[in-house]
C-alpha cells in the first residue's frame, strides 16, 4: 500500500475574474522513504497541490473532485464543506499535520514569527501535539538543531539574527519535530547559493534516510531533484504533463514541455550546447487554453491540440505523458 496516493484532484479559487484553474485531474502515489520531485514554471499550481494535500489552502479555494488517501484513509473528503471549500479546523488535520505531514515552507524569514524566538516558536509546535514537559521539548530542539548542523546557542536567536541558510535549516528542524512520514518541502533552497543549496539538500537527504520518509521536493529549478528525487511530475498550467520514475523521465522524455524545460538547464556531463529558452509565456488560468493547455507554446503543435485535451498516455518506458503524440516525442523524430 502506497504512503500516499493522490486521485484526480482537481483544485479551483474562486476571485472576483471568475475560476482560477489552478490545479486539474492531478494523480500520482508515493510511498515511504521516497522523494518526488514536482516541478515547473512559476504559478504552474505546484504550491497549490503541496498546500492541497495538506488542506492549507485559503478560503476561497475549491475542491472540484478527487481524494487524497493517505494511510489506505482518505484525508480530503472528511474535510469538505458542501459548497466544496475546506474545514480548516477539524480536528483529525490538525492532528495529522506535523506528527504525520509537516511542511518546509517557502522563505523561512516569513514563515516564522519575526518578534518571537525560534527556539520558542519549534518547542511550542512539539508541546501543542506531544504531551511533554517543557525541558523535554527543550531537550528535542537541542536534539534537532544538531541534526541540521545549527549551534545550540543560536536557540534564543530571533529569525533576522539567523542567516538565510541557518533560517532554511531551522525550518528543517521544525518540520522534523515528530519524525513525520511525509514532509512537503516548498523550494527549500529558493534565495540560497549554489553551495548552501547542496548543503541543505545533502542535510534534507540525510534525515530522510535516518528516517524513512517520503518528501515531496516542489521547485522550478530541474536540477535540485536531479539527484535527489524518485519521481518526477512535471507540472505546467495545474496539470501534470509527464510523471515518473526520474531517470525514465530525464533519459526518455515523452513531453514536449518536459523537453523545453530540461532545455534551459545546462548539462555539465553532456555536449555543450546553448541553452534553449520556452518561447511566450504561462497562460492566465482564469482562462486557459482549449485543448491541451501548452500547445501556444509548442513546437510540435497540431490542429488536434487546439481542440481536444490529451489524455495520459503510459509509455513502454515506464513513465507516463499527456500528450497526443507523446510516442512520437518521445522518439524525436518529425512527425
Known amino acids: 500500500m502506497a504512503l500516499l496516493e493522490v486521485k484526480n484532484l482537481t483544485l479551483h479559487f474562486k476571485v472576483s475574474e471568475g475560476w482560477v484553474y489552478a490545479v486539474e485531474d492531478v494523480n500520482f502515489t508515493l510511498d515511504s522513504g521516497e522523494t518526488l520531485g514536482l516541478v515547473g514554471e512559476s504559478g504552474c499550481g505546484k504550491t497549490t497541490l503541496g498546500y492541497g ?5 485559503p478560503d476561497n479555494a475549491h475542491v472540484k473532485g478527487g481524494k487524497v488517501i493517505f494511510k489506505g484513509k482518505d484525508i480530503l473528503t472528511p474535510s469538505l464543506k458542501k459548497n466544496g471549500t475546506l ?8 492532528e495529522l499535520r506535523w506528527k504525520e505531514i509537516s511542511m518546509i ?6 514563515a516564522f514569527n519575526p518578534v518571537q524566538k525560534v527556539g520558542e516558536q519549534i518547542i511550542e509546535a512539539i508541546r501543542v501535539h506531544d504531551k511533554v514537559t517543557r525541558q523535554e521539548a527543550e531537550d528535542r530542539v537541542i536534539e534537532l538543531y544538531k541534526l541540521v548542523g545549527i549551534p545550540e546557542d543560536r536557540i534564543d536567536n530571533y529569525p533576522h539574527e539567523y542567516s538565510g541558510g541557518m533560517r532554511q535549516r531551522a525550518m528543517i528542524a521544525m518540520a522534523l519535530v515528530h519524525n513525520p512520514s511525509l514532509i512537503i518541502a516548498d523550494e527549500p533552497t529558493t534565495a540560497l547559493d549554489v553551495i548552501m543549496q547542496r548543503r541543505i539538500l545533502a542535510e534534507i537527504e540525510k534525515i530522510q534516510k535516518k528516517f524513512n520518509m517520503a518528501m515531496i521536493i516542489i521547485t522550478h529549478d530541474v536540477s535540485v531533484v536531479a539527484n535527489v528525487a524518485d ?3 512535471v507540472m505546467y498550467a495545474g496539470r501534470i504533463m509527464e510523471y515518473g520514475n526520474i531517470k525514465d523521465v530525464f533519459k526518455h522524455s515523452a513531453n514536449p514541455y518536459t523537453k523545453a524545460l530540461f532545455g534551459g538547464f545546462p548539462n555539465l556531463k ?13 497562460p492566465s488560468l482564469v482562462e486557459p487554453p482549449s485543448g491541451c493547455r501548452f500547445h501556444p507554446r509548442c513546437k510540435y503543435a497540431k490542429e488536434i491540440c487546439k481542440k481536444e485535451k490529451p489524455k495520459m498516455v503510459t509509455l513502454p518506458s515506464g513513465q507516463q505523458s499527456l500528450c497526443h503524440f507523446a510516442k512520437e516525442v518521445q522518439g524525436g523524430g518529425e512527425f
Open 53 to 57: 494535500i495538506s488542506q492549507l489552502l
Open 87 to 94: 474545514n480548516g479546523y477539524l480536528p483529525a488535520i490538525r
Open 105 to 110: 515552507f517557502q522563505g523561512a524569514m516569513n
Open 231 to 233: 519521481k518526477i511530475c
Open 270 to 282: 553532456g555536449e555543450r550546447k546553448r541553452l534553449a529558452s520556452i518561447p511566450g509565456n504561462p
